[in-house]
T-cell receptor, first 118, second 115 residues
Framework: AQSVTQPDIHITVSEGASLELRCNYS??????LFWYVQSPGQGLQLLLKYFSGDTLVQGIKGFEAEFKRSQSSFNLRKPSVHWSDAAEYFC????????????????FGQGTILTVHP | KAGVTQTPRYLIKTRGQQVTLSCSPI?????VSWYQQTPGQGLQFLFE???????NKGNFPGRFSGRQFSNSRSEMNVSTLELGDSALYLCASSLTGRPPTDTQYFGPGTRLTVL
């Protein structure tokens, strides 16, 4: 069964500092990969996704992620964090199957809470 | 275009009661998925509906059920509530429910507390 691990439960950075959130997956093939953000009291918002092609993916709000097949990782990065980036971040893995996958087959990581200090 | 709306936003029930949550997807979206989010278990998929048919189902007991109407609005029902059902229930909609080209949009959730 596929699994997703976000090793860091909580990360604290200073505003303006760079950020990297880790995501590792366990799966026998290249899956679809997603990063979502959830602000307090809100639903999830898609930041970016990878399914093929260039392994460096650009997303919204200045985020990017790099797919590394050899490390089974899909880490999220941002060069300069803003106070408004404080939220919880979720990595998710989707199963590629014949006939197409569905969002019902996504597996989510446990989330990483990001705190930003002024 | 209006986003995904969920009603009610907050709900308090007692053990043994049943509850119905509602989700209105973005106009034109035919796929609606439901998720349960708890601090201990994280985000877990409940079920997905597409064009009034349940297309996928997660590993939840039969007390959890859902349906989708012809206008794509969806409801989920939990019968015989247990304390462990306290959670944030998220609804998400998309055009076809098929990633990665089709993007899924989440609603703000319904916070259910079972006393």
């Amino acid at each position: 069964a596929q699994s997703v691990t976000q090793p860091d439960i909580h990360i604290t950075v200073s505003e303006g500092a760079s950020l990297e959130l880790r995501c590792n997956y366990s799966y026998g093939a290249t899956p679809y990969l997603f990063w979502y953000v959830q602000s307090p009291g809100q639903g999830l918002q898609l930041l970016l996704k990878y399914f093929s092609g260039d392994t460096l993916v650009q997303g919204i709000k200045g985020f990017e992620a790099e797919f590394k097949r050899s490390q089974s990782s899909f880490n999220l990065r941002k060069p300069s964090v803003h106070w408004s980036d404080a939220a919880e971040y979720f990595c998710a893995v989707g199963l590629k199957i014949a006939g197409g996958t569905s969002y019902g087959k996504l597996t989510f990581g446990q989330g990483t809470i990001l705190t930003v200090h002024p | 275009k209006a986003g995904v709306t969920q009603t009610p936003r907050y709900l308090i029930k007692t053990r043994g009661q049943q509850v119905t949550l509602s989700c209105s997807p973005i106009s034109g979206h035919r796929s609606v998925s439901w998720y349960q989010q708890t601090p201990g278990q994280g985000l877990q998929f409940l079920f997905e509906y597409f064009s009034e048919t349940q297309r996928n189902k997660g590993n939840f007991p039969g007390r959890f059920s859902g349906r989708q109407f012809s206008n794509s609005r969806s409801e989920m029902n939990v019968s015989t509530l247990e304390l462990g059902d306290s959670a944030l229930y998220l609804c998400a909609s998309s055009l076809t429910g098929r990633p990665p080209t089709d993007t899924q949009y989440f609603g703000p959730g319904t916070r259910l507390t079972v006393l």
